[in-house]
Structure formats: C-alpha cells, structure tokens
C-alpha cells in the first residue's frame, strides 16, 4: 500500500509540475512577444487567462503541503501563494485601469521565469529522481535577482492601485449596518497588505537563502 501511494504521489506530481511548466512558459512567451511588439501596455491583455489559470492553479500547492505529499512547509507556501493570487484576483482582475502599468511586464516575467526553473526542476525529479546540476543552480540562485523585481512589481501594483480602490467605493466592501454587524473596507485592506510586506518579505527572502545554503551544500557533498 505505502508502495502505491508513493507511485500514485509521484505520477500526480510529474503531471502537475508539467502541466504548470508549460502555462508558464505560455505566459512567459507572451509577455515577452507582446513587450517587444507592441509595448507594456498591452501585455496583460496578451497574458491574462493563461495567467490567472497558472496562478490559480498554485492554490493546489496548499493543500499539497497539508496533505503532506510535499516537503515544503505550509508556512513559507500559503504567504507567497496568497500574496500573488490577490494581486492577481484582487488587483490585476478587479482594476482594469492599472494593466497598462510597466510593473505588469516586470511582474508576470520575473514570475514566469521563476515558475518555468521551479516546476521543469521538481518536474524532473518527480519523473526521474533528480535533476541536472545547472538546473538545481538556477533554481536556487535566480530568485537572488528575481524575487526582489517580483515583490517591487507587486508592491508597486497594490500602490498604484489604490487610488482606483479608493474610488470604487463599496466595490468588495461591506458596510454596516448589516445582519452580521460585520464591516470590511477593501481600501484599508489594501493598505494592511501593503503593511505585510514590509516583515513578510525579508522574512521569506531570508527563508530561501537558508534552502539556497542547504540545497547547494548537499549538491556538492553528493
């Protein structure tokens, strides 16, 4: 039994990392086409199902890590998954007024390369059991670079959009009085998210320079 759940699991991921593989390199491609043809300003509308389909489909990375069936702890995964799904829902989706931002280019390609290197890496290692030393580098070097442009494109997003937030008035709000005698400003929410990633990121950014250090010292031990 234990046997076939060990094979069933790595069939599963094999097919998931893949699949997620080859949404990102859509998105990757098009963003980058799409940059170079006809500018920033049209490269949500270039990217944007296949987009919010490969983000989306990282809310099965949650239940992967409560379930177990991965190593990553739930910890590091459920910030960084729900940091890009609100950006991606709660803001790029939401506020069609900021999707000709430059930080919309920055954003999907510093994330399309990362996920390519990340889910080609575990890809591999799922169907084969391990994965080329170059690739096991890139994977553990190129968020260096790539996370700080990420979170900036983020953070510049979520602020570039609050003026529309403000605008927008009971849009995601909840007003009181109400039955639940419960209120929710999608404004101050934005804010107090934007207040998160003033701890959350060093914290995160710290969190992989520790797998960095473990993941290159084991590869070079073995």
Partial sequence: MPGMFSAVRRIYLTAYNWTLFFGWLQVFYLAVSTLWNSGHES?????????????????????????????SPV??????????????WGILYSFPEIRTHFFVSSLVISWSITEIIRYSFFGLKEAFGSAPSWLLWLRYSTFLMLYPTGIT????????????????GDKFSIRMPNRWNFSFDYYCNAVLVLGFY?????????????QRKKALAKAKTA
């Fill in 43 to 71: 490269v949500y509308a270039a990217v944007e199902k296949p987009l919010i389909l490969a983000q989306s489909a990282a809310l099965l990375e949650i239940l992967h890590s409560l379930a177990g069936i991965v190593r």
């Fill in 198 to 210: 003033v701890p959350g990121s060093p914290h995160l950014y710290g969190y992989m320079l520790e």
């Fill in 153 to 168: 494109s983020e953070v510049g997003l979520i602020y570039y959009a609050l003026p529309y937030l403000k605008e927008s």
């Fill in 75 to 88: 910890t590091a995964t459920l910030p960084q998954v729900a940091s890009r799904l609100y950006v991606t």
